[in-house]
């Protein structure tokens, strides 16, 4: 039996999508505080305090739920090709701009850790939650070919 919550009464969230995000929050999460505590012994930098801990948590949360997101409206091709690289561009340059603003409320004008570039990534991580089944590719090259055979009927008609 499969659980899920209602977000905004219409879609539904099935809660081991919910138990995905988390999971990999917190795993990226830790890999990101173990690299500024690492930076902190050998470049000097800040020592990482609960509340940037807080902050990095919640960026790579934030970056996960839109990744999953942009996932859920365009899953991932099964076939490695010129999509994927265009579906990696678009969801990756505006989770560049997203980010900024993310790190923006969350640390204010003094940028003191990269949230930014740690939401990018987290975004793009995230989506790749979803990948197209083979119906959907099946029904993805009927479309394709039934438009093709229509500009062939188009043309052939002038």
Known sequence: MTTGIA????YKMNSAIILWIVRRALGISFFVDLFYLAG???WGW???TPIVL?????TVTLGLIIGAIFAK????????GFERVIR?????????????GVNFILQGLVLTHALWMIFAVSAWLGSGIFMRTVEQEREEQERREAQKAEREA?????
């Open 54 to 58: 807080a902050q990095i948590l919640i």
């Open 88 to 100: 990696t561009l678009l969801i990756s340059i505006p989770a560049v701009g997203l980010g900024f």
């Open 154 to 158: 188009r043309r052939r008609k002038k």
């Open 7 to 10: 977000i905004g009464g219409r």
């Open 46 to 48: 800040d020592f990482p």
């Open 73 to 80: 409206i365009w899953p991932i091709p099964r076939q490695k």
């Open 40 to 42: 902190h012994y050998i």
